[in-house]
């Protein structure tokens, strides 16, 4: 459809339309009391028609047509989002932020980084200006220090956190190549910060005994009943470990979890409130489904309410008087651990601890030395009646090796 021109009164309208990435199009028009100056328009208008429809728009066509007052501000910014990568960083940054599909916590997470990254890049650097070398730079901005605003603190991000940063715009470029703005994802093949010795996070996995000496402690100390405590929980560091160490909840999952979602009939208890959003069931050991069925047809928490730091607090302290220099969420370590250990298929594990990637399974599994699997290799066995120390003769002629290898 080409540009028209009408005329209305002593006037003459223009009338034209923009194309736009999404294969809508914008009804657009101009009034003018001069019939050459509307053919002038009209001439201008089917050129916008041609380039916006086949796409091939340039950022000094948008300036020009601005200033001849044929397109809007929001029209330029609706055009600059064609598949020549001039669309901006930061109109990628929001549908990054609407692309993400995990639990809400985490969307926060990543929309709270993906911004951080934008500003440090440049919101109105185009997609397809941004290169490998950019990647190398937000490493070294986070990790001497960034400010997200001048009224902040500076901040020094740990190699783990920085990680979390180019794993985004990792997705987000990959979402504008999926979009078909850029050919390829300019980082691609960009390392993540190398982590440091000293930020080195050691999982402390608890074996059956350990995990039955810290629960012996515990009713020990439950006995000292001390109600509104923090410091013992209230009395009820018995429950609180068996739903960390017996379930594998996260700390948030397992304050959230309700009396009213227990299937006692199953044993099983429905997660409504994830990590992910995403409701799942765990079991309930016989330990731990003897110790709530005392009090079946109550509704509300099963776990009594205090601060989640609080309960971190209360149980690091617990470990370290049992001997135990470990966190609350190795509990959840722990737990993945023994359950593999069970013969448990990786599918039912998963199902359970609420991983969407079998890597962050085996990022929470820890396999321990045990029985010397190599003794089943048959070469590795003892035959009988074949003399132990037989000597291995040396070979004096290399060119046999080599034919022999050939």
Known sequence: MAANITKQGSKWRVRWRLYLPD?????????????????????????????????????ADLEHW???????????????????????????AEEYKISNDCGKEETEARAVRIDRLVAILGPERSVGDI????????????????KDNKDAKEKKYKAVTINKHLQDGKRMFTLQMAEGVIEHNPWGVL???KIP????????????????????????SDRRIEP???????????LFLLMFFGTGLRRK???????ENIDWQSRSLLLTITKNDEARSVGLGERLYSLLLARKGETGFILPRFYLNSVSRAIS?????????????????????RLLDLGVLRHDAMGRTGHKDSRMLDHYTHPEFGEVYEDQFPFMQQTVGVAAETPIKPVKNMKTVLRVVK
């Open 66 to 92: 601005q200033r001849h007052r044929l397109i809007s501000r929001q029209d330029a910014a609706l055009l600059n989002t064609y598949k020549d990568a001039r669309k901006t960083l930061a109109q990628a």
């Open 191 to 193: 390392k993540g910060a």
């Open 317 to 337: 302290r617990h470990f370290k008087r049992c001997g135990f220099n470990m966190r609350l969420h190795d509990a959840r370590h722990t737990y993945a651990t």
């Open 197 to 220: 010795k000293d930020e080195v996070i050691a999982h402390t996995v608890l074996s059956h005994d350990d995990i039955a000496k810290v629960l012996a402690e515990a009713e020990k």
């Open 131 to 146: 290169r490998h070398s950019d990647g190398e730079r937000v490493k070294t901005v986070l990790r001497d220090g960034w």
């Open 228 to 238: 509104g405590n923090p410091a013992s929980l209230g009395g009820n560091m018995v």
């Open 23 to 59: 294969d809508t199009w914008l009804e657009r028009s101009r009034l003018t009391t001069d019939k050459g100056q509307a053919r002038e328009i009209k001439a201008m208008a089917d050129l916008i028609e041609i380039k916006t429809m086949h796409q091939e728009s340039t950022v």
């Open 253 to 259: 999952e397992a304050m959230a979890a309700k009396m």
